[in-house]
Nanobody, 127 residues
Framework: QVQLVESGGGSVQAGGSLRLSCAAS????????MGWFRQGPGKEREGVGN????????????????RFTIARDNAKNTLYLQMNSLNPEDTVMYDCVAAHRYLC????????????WGQGTQVTVSS
């Protein structure tokens, strides 16, 4: 019964920053893994990273490891994706995801590992 609502997408110049938010409800901290995926037209869905919501440990894709940061606010039941040093390659739709699992940040997880998905929010980076 997890529900995810994303916000914060928009247009930004190359080198700029954006912070995406994902308001979550209907989950249990002790068993919830959350993350972000992204996908553009004609491109394969790519996992950005994930976080074990209760403990805060994170895992990032190599392509964003030094630029993006995943964080959460337990009190607000909200997941964040802080994106810095954005470039045109980051111009895609970003989707918040969640699953009831403990193996969350040890390795990259496939899209099929997640049971719940948000509606997505578009990010556009201009040069």
């Amino acid at each position: 019964q997890v529900q995810l609502v994303e916000s914060g997408g928009g247009s930004v110049q190359a080198g700029g920053s954006l912070r995406l938010s994902c308001a979550a409800s209907g989950y249990t901290y002790s068993s919830v893994c959350m993350g972000w995926f992204r996908q553009g037209p004609g491109k394969e869905r790519e996992g950005v990273g994930n976080i074990y919501f209760a403990g805060g440990s994170t895992y990032y894709a190599d392509s964003v490891k030094s630029r993006f940061t995943i964080a959460r606010d337990n009190a607000k039941n909200t997941l964040y994706l802080q994106m810095n040093s954005l470039n045109p390659e980051d111009t895609v739709m970003y989707d918040c995801v969640a699953a009831h699992r403990y193996l969350c940040t040890i390795t990259r997880l496939a899209a099929s590992s997640f049971d719940y998905w948000g509606q997505g929010t578009q990010v556009t980076v201009s040069s």
